[in-house]
C-alpha cells in the first residue's frame, strides 16, 4: 500500500521559514515524481513544486521560484520543500503526491496523494 505522510507545516511569520516533508513508502522511490500541491481557503488547488530523484528534475510554480526549494533523500524515501522569505499568500494545506507516469505541476498525473499539513504565515 502506497503511502505519502506529509508533516512539518506550521504558523511561522512573514519572511521567515518551514521545511515541509513527505515521507513515501510502499513504492519504489525513485520511479516516481514526488509533488508538492497547496490549496489556500477558497481557491484552486496549486501546483507548487515536483522532483524526478532519479533524473534530478525540477519543477517550480512562478509564485514560488527563487523562495522554495524541493530535495530528496533517497535513503530516506523522504522529499524536503525548503520554504523561505515565507508570505502570508502562501497560506494553505499543502499536500504531497505521487506520479509513476509522468512528472510536473498538473495534478491529474498525479496516482497517490497524502494527506495536508497547514501552513499559516501571519503578517
Known amino acids: 500500500e502506497v503511502q505519502l505522510q506529509a508533516s512539518g507545516g506550521g504558523l511561522v511569520q512573514a519572511g521567515r521559514s518551514l521545511r515541509l516533508s513527505c515521507a513515501a513508502s510502499?513504492?519504489?522511490?525513485?520511479?516516481?515524481?514526488i509533488g508538492w500541491f497547496r490549496q489556500a481557503p477558497g481557491k484552486e488547488r496549486e501546483g507548487v513544486s515536483c522532483i524526478n530523484s532519479r533524473y534530478s528534475n525540477t519543477y517550480y510554480a512562478d509564485s514560488v521560484k527563487g523562495r522554495f526549494t524541493i530535495s530528496s533523500d533517497g535513503a530516506k524515501n523522504t522529499v524536503y520543500l525548503q520554504m523561505d522569505s515565507l508570505k502570508p499568500e502562501d497560506t494553505a494545506v499543502y499536500y504531497c503526491a505521487a506520479s509513476l507516469s509522468s512528472e510536473g505541476l498538473d495534478a491529474d498525473i498525479y496516482d497517490y496523494w497524502g494527506q495536508g499539513t497547514l501552513v499559516t504565515v501571519s503578517s
Open positions: 510502499g513504492l519504489t522511490f525513485d520511479d516516481y515524481a
